[in-house]
């Protein structure tokens, strides 16, 4: 599919989580697509947005002239024009689990997100750390190890993601590990066997993700 064809419209990079999950599933994959920001938090977000996505939110991917929006239904868009780059695992259980832990991460930790916003750049250690948003961390934890354990490790082919090679699951997390690191989560002290800080230090040394990270720096000084 030629690059033109795919347009990913996205929010400010230091703050969007949503914008970051199919934007770092393109860059892990390889598919080339055209990049399209809006800022967020002004007066006219939501009149750009809507010139894009008829939700009026964004990420949106435009595929040819039409758009496709919400985060997860656009990796699921994305998986299957792609099914050479097996963004969902080839084994049935895996992939139904895999699709579930995807699914809970797109409707739930609702705590964790009000009390742990996205920040890329900032350090708040100990902010945000209410019983809630750390009850929604300890889930997480678990889910991270259940995958590695039950799947990753398993995986024909293991790069150390949750189910073998990265895919939808890892994209719709990356932004927790980000949050996770923000707000100095000490995820040993939520049951971590080893497994999920090994996972964070993956994630967070990903080429695509530090070209994002160095996007939300460059956008930052340019407002300066």
């Known amino acids: 599919m030629p690059a033109h064809d795919l347009e990913l419209v996205i929010g400010d990079k230091n703050w969007s989580s949503w914008s970051l999950r199919?934007?770092?599933l393109l860059k892990q994959a390889g598919?080339?697509?055209?990049?399209t920001r809006i800022r967020l938090r002004q007066d006219d977000t939501r009149e750009q947005a809507l010139k894009h996505s008829p939700s009026g939110h964004v990420p949106v991917l435009?595929?040819?002239?039409e758009p496709v929006w919400d985060s997860l239904a656009i990796s699921e868009t994305i998986a299957d024009l792609f099914p050479e780059k097996a963004l969902w695992p080839e084994d049935p259980l895996a992939r139904?689990?895999?699709r579930s832990i995807s699914a809970e991460m797109h409707s739930g930790f609702a705590d964790l997100r009000r009390d742990m916003p996205m920040d890329i750049l900032n350090r708040y250690p100990g902010e945000g750390h209410s019983t809630e948003a750390l009850a929604c961390a300890r889930r997480i934890v678990e889910l991270w190890q259940s995958a590695r354990a039950r799947f990753g490790r398993a995986a024909k082919?293991?790069?150390?993601?949750?189910?073998?090679?990265?895919?939808v699951a890892d994209a719709m997390y990356v932004p927790i590990v980000t949050r996770f690191r923000i707000y100095g989560v000490d995820v040993g002290a939520l049951g971590d066997d080893g497994a999920?800080?090994?996972?964070?230090?993956?994630?967070?040394s990903l080429p695509s993700f530090l070209a994002?990270?160095?996007?939300?720096?460059?956008?930052?000084?340019?407002?300066?």
């Open 212 to 224: 994002w990270e160095e996007g939300a720096k460059a956008e930052t000084a340019a407002r300066r």
């Open 22 to 24: 199919p934007w770092i």
């Open 62 to 65: 435009i595929w040819g002239k």
């Open 96 to 98: 139904a689990v895999a």
């Open 157 to 167: 082919q293991d790069d150390g993601f949750l189910f073998g090679r990265f895919g």
């Open 196 to 204: 999920a800080s090994a996972y964070m230090k993956l994630i967070l």
């Open 31 to 35: 598919i080339p697509f055209r990049e």
